[in-house]
């Protein structure tokens, strides 16, 4: 069975993007959510491998949903890579220090996402 | 590669002009805002900020500079301002405008139209800024009792926010609540955007609970001049517990010191007292679940039918010679437990019931909200706040409401230009009023718009294939017609209508609480929707009718009279069975036909009783047997077998703990019209 990555990103476009380039370049299975809520439902669902989340979203924002993963006990380990922006960079330290395995600053190259991707995929 | 290019910028695009155009909405709410009152709300102005973020996150992967370049700058400037570290002015507001309509040039541009736009003077005075707020009071998080794991997920936006409540005196409450995992995005989100009519909800993280796996919980972190009792009772159905954060506040009116001792009695030591008092609480209300009351209810529902029995036996007693003086006493004291009993419900019933000014601000709110959406004006009145209805029944009618005025505002209310030449004020006025007539509670919702365009209703019936097209409709087939499922008179769908839920939703729920709306309108003047519902829906009166050897409750709230007759004077028009009441011409159901009793109709007698009930603007007749008088009666559900059955209500009990139905007025006359249509073809 091939792994399951989610992505969380409140923008279409740019969610579209990532999930684009894994799907090229990867052997994994991509899920999409475009709100906290969402993925809360997904990964509730599915068995994620691997999860990347924006942190400036609308209901929870992505360091919400890594401080609830964090404590969830089939997602304690799981990596999670942060996507940011270079004015997130307060943001950004928080979400590492409660967690996450590491992160991505816009504007990112695929090759630098996958990259990326491939180090933390288990 | 180029085409896979082409097609994501062109998803840029797409999801460019979508933010660009919720940066609009908002940057014209926060200016509305900041008009009014000198201040935008911190939530308004994050989410301006993170459009702008998105859209320089966007820019900057496809290498758009310009764009990139601006936003960029733009994102920094409203950070700021989100930070508390700038200020906002009405320069700033004509700025944002502008560098909008300048984002909104750009990405045309990038899609190879528009024409080039000179961003540099835009860029310089961005940076000429906002001015610098004063230095934040630097409020320490101390004496907050904050969970750590809440504290560390905490953005710095969401950190300001805290520091900003402490510093405006504000309680911070940690609310936790609990949802059922199929819902809890939607339930969460209403209870939030209550919340935030009250404060501020700071930050939402939701929490694992191992105890409730099929549930999420969620503890909010939320800052308020509320108590905590107030705040309680907001997440009361969300089954929250919530939790002050701040020490108690020092009492700052202590007893005043400059006043003289009267007398020279010795003083008491000046030892403040323990704080014993504070645990009494401020309030001296209890919040109940309203099941529980429901559960009383039931009981005295029950207590009714042994008051009945004792009745029988007191007569009994009575018609016995030698004990007839005890049997008169037996049924005096019986009348006496009748008065009680039925002050008891009545105090059960005043329990249940709250202020509709509760959810006055909510409709208020949203009418305001909708008129922005559609560009028009609206000055919305409220009347009648302290009318109190069952506090179910309050929650169910919310929806209903807002249906209705949504409609009022997107097809009554014409846009200002309009209302100008017509010559009336720019603003149009919407108007609810509550009010109780005997056991009901009325809502009327009036606008002064155009009024219901009749020609408009008809076309669209006609194109949606609800009337052929050649029909005469009188203005009260008109009237139904904005009632029917599916209709809309909307020719293109818009954000607040025209989205399948209609008016016909509205009748749906009102008969659901064994309500009726009417319609009234006058082109150019105005229309008005009229609501009428029971105050509860715990016990009802209703009318004990035989029919074809059955008892059948009709609730009173949709009887309108009843009259005695004969078999023959009974009509037939178009195969239907009809009655010329004072003109009327009434349709006519047989209960005992409607519910298969009939089998021999020969012996039936000649003489009828028919009830007239209402049937949304019209009325029809229900043919009965007999009427056996008027009873309260606690209307139970039938449960899922039979719950869904057209023309009941539930079941209720009367006396000698015989089960009745009770029928239900709306859905029993839905298939009469059914009957119509399948007739007719």
Redesign the interface.
């Known amino acids: 069975m091939r792994i399951k990555v989610l992505v969380v990103e409140d923008n279409n476009a740019m969610r579209s993007l990532i999930t684009t380039a894994l799907d090229q370049h990867l052997n994994v299975d991509v899920y999409e959510a475009d709100n906290g809520f969402a993925a809360l439902k997904l990964i509730a669902e599915y068995d994620f491998k691997m999860i990347l989340t924006d942190i400036n979203m609308p209901d929870i924002n992505g360091l919400e949903l890594i401080a609830f993963l964090r404590q969830h006990p089939i997602y304690k380990d799981v990596p999670i890579l942060i996507i940011s922006t270079e004015a997130g960079e307060e943001d950004r330290r928080r979400g590492l220090a409660i967690g996450a395995n590491g992160y991505l600053t816009k504007p990112f190259t695929e090759g630098e996402l996958v990259n990326l991707v491939q180090q933390h995929l288990p | 590669m180029d085409k896979?290019r082409d097609k994501?910028l062109k998803?840029?695009v797409?999801?460019?002009e979508?933010?660009l155009e919720n940066l609009a909405e908002d940057l014209e709410a926060a200016q509305e805002q900041f008009e009014a009152r000198g201040k935008v709300k911190p939530d308004r102005i994050n989410?301006i900020?993170?459009e702008m973020?998105?859209l320089?996150?966007?820019a900057?992967?496809f290498?758009l500079e310009r764009i990139?370049t601006l936003s960029?700058d733009l994102?920094?400037l409203l950070?700021r301002i989100r930070l508390g570290k700038s200020k906002a002015s009405p320069a700033l507001f004509s700025l944002l405008g502008e560098s909008r309509s300048a984002l909104r040039n750009l990405v045309a541009e990038a899609q190879g139209g528009g024409e080039e736009t000179d961003i540099v003077p835009l860029l310089a005075r961005i940076s000429g800024g906002a001015a610098p707020a004063p230095e934040p009071a630097g409020v320490a998080f101390g004496g907050l009792m904050l969970d750590e794991?809440t504290l560390?997920?905490?953005?710095?936006y969401?950190e300001h926010r805290l520091r900003e409540n402490l510093a405006e005196d504000n309680r911070i409450y940690s609310v936790q609540v609990g949802f059922d995992?199929s819902d809890?995005?939607t339930r969460?989100?209403a209870l939030t955007e209550r919340l935030s009519d009250m404060g501020e909800v700071i930050?939402?993280?939701?929490?694992?609970d191992?105890a409730q796996a099929d549930g999420?919980h969620f503890r909010l972190l939320f800052g308020t001049t509320l108590s905590m009792e107030q705040v309680e009772a907001q997440v009361v159905d969300a089954s929250g517990t919530v939790t002050d954060l701040l020490p108690p506040k020092a009492e700052k009116t202590a007893p005043s010191q400059t006043a003289e001792p009267e007398t020279a009695e010795p003083q008491e030591p000046d030892t403040p007292e323990p704080d014993f008092e504070d645990f009494r609480g401020i309030s001296n209300t209890v919040r109940v679940d309203i099941e529980k009351l429901d559960a009383v209810m039931g009981i005295v529902g029950e207590l009714n039918l042994v008051k009945a029995a004792f009745e029988q036996l007191a007569g009994r007693v009575q018609a016995i010679e030698e004990h007839r003086e005890l049997g008169a006493d037996m049924t005096k004291q019986v009348r006496l437990m009748t008065r009680k009993l039925g002050d008891l419900q009545r105090s059960i019933i005043d329990i249940r019931l709250v202020p509709i000014s509760q959810i006055f601000a909510r409709l208020n709110r949203t009418a305001r909200r909708l008129a922005r959406n559609a560009d028009k004006k609206v000055s919305v009145q409220l009347y009648g706040g302290e009318t109190e209805l069952d506090k179910m029944m309050m929650d169910e009618l919310v929806t209903p409401l807002i249906h209705i005025i949504r409609n009022s505002i997107d097809h009554g209310l014409e846009p200002p230009g309009e209302r100008l030449s017509a010559e009336k004020p720019e603003e149009g006025l919407l108007v609810i009023t509550a009010y109780q007539k005997g056991n009901s509670i009325i809502i009327d919702v009036t606008d002064d718009g155009r009024g219901l365009q009749e020609d408009k209703i008809r076309q669209a019936a006609v194109r949606q294939g609800l009337v052929k097209k050649d029909a005469t409709l009188t203005r009260e087939d008109i009237l139904d017609i904005i009632f029917q499922p599916g209709f809309t008179s909307a020719e293109k769908v818009t954000e607040v209508s025209g989205r399948g839920v209609g008016l016909d939703a509205v009748i749906t729920a009102i008969q659901q609480m064994k309500g009726n709306i009417s319609v009234w309108s006058e082109p150019g003047k105005g229309t008005t929707f009229q609501i009428t519902v029971p105050i509860t829906l715990a016990i009802i009166q209703s009318l004990i009718v035989e029919c074809g050897d059955q008892i059948f409750a009709i609730p009173i709230s949709s009887v309108m009279e009843t009259f005695r007759t004969t078999l023959s004077d009974i009509q037939l028009v178009d195969q239907r069975e009809v009655f010329n009441l004072r003109g009327m011409t009434l349709p006519l159901l047989r209960l005992d036909e409607r519910f298969g009793l009939t089998k021999d109709r020969k012996g039936k007698r000649e003489r009828i009783y028919v009830v007239v009930a209402r049937r949304g603007e019209k009325a029809a007749g229900i043919v009965v047997d007999d009427l056996i008088g008027e009873q309260e009666t606690v209307v139970h559900p039938l449960g899922q077998t039979f719950g869904h059955l057209a023309g009941v209500a539930g079941a209720t009990e009367i006396g000698e703990n015989q089960v009745i139905l009770v029928i239900d007025t709306a859905s029993l006359f839905t298939n009469l019209e059914a009957g119509r249509i399948q007739a007719s073809h």
């Open positions: 896979s994501a998803d840029f797409v999801e460019a979508d933010i989410k900020f993170r973020h998105s320089k996150g966007l900057s992967m290498n990139t960029h994102e920094s950070d794991s560390k997920s905490l953005t710095e969401e995992f809890f995005d969460l989100r930050s939402t993280l939701p929490v694992m191992a999420i």
